[in-house]
């Protein structure tokens, strides 16, 4: 049994009084206390368009279990983004489910359902300015 | 303007052999597209039973901006979990012990983002920062 384990810590001045949170998870099988034995690897790709692509097949999950998905825009530019969504195809930001946006330098660390097609991970960036993301899927 | 940063490590020794995993990130929580910090927020945390869909955050804000949420499900128990939906569509399964954060896009009003509980009574935490933030009008 592997063991994967990830760490938060979110540090924020917002309220009158500071905010801090700090947890370390290790990620596991649904419903189980043994550890996700398998992981896609760390992988990145150069965009230099805006057409939407499907960055994680649903079919690199197990449907309806406890896989993970770490992705992170690479750049710098705040003013560019991707659109991150659950889809079958087409453009992040106007069908299916929209995540939400990874600016640049943004990461996000989520559960994946992979329950079907519908569970494509879809990612589209807003400019052709060259911009990458990297990700990697944390398998059950 | 305020400062709010969230920072990730992820490691693992034995996941892929030969291979030591070591990811390290960090990103400051900007208003879309902006260069200062996003100013509002909330945070709580819940308990919710089995057999009931919940509402953790309503898409109460600017359509299509950015918006960041923490949820960690606090339970200890390792029969359970927690299902995330976003409209309706479920991104995935908090174990017990387990956190998540993401990016909110708040696309349209039925963005909401619902949990529900299997396997028994499970307890949340969640800290929620918003580009903009209305409040339900009251009744």
Redesign the interface.
Known sequence: M??????????????SYP?N?N?T????K????HG??E?S??SNKKFTATTAVVLVLNTEGTA?????V?M?NTGSD??N?F??S?NASAAA?AT????????G?????????A?AA??NIVVAPNTAEPMTIEW?V?VE | MATTTASVSISSTDLQPGNRLSINASNRLMKTGLTTGLELMEMGNASIPVGTEFSLAEALGTADSANWVYICNTSTDDTYNTEVVINETVLGYLNAGEWLWMPWNNGDAAAEIEVQAIGGTNTLEYAIFKSAWTLPTAS
């Open positions: 592997a063991t994967t384990t990830a760490s938060i810590s979110i540090g924020s001045d917002i309220m905010v949170i947890k998870m290790t990620m596991k649904l419903a189980s206390c996700i034995e992981t690897g760390l309806a279990k406890a896989s993970k770490y992170r705040k003013a983004f659109y991150v659950l930001s299916a489910e929209t995540i939400g946006r990874l600016h330098g943004d990461w996000m660390l989520v559960p994946w359902a329950t519908s569970h990697m944390f």
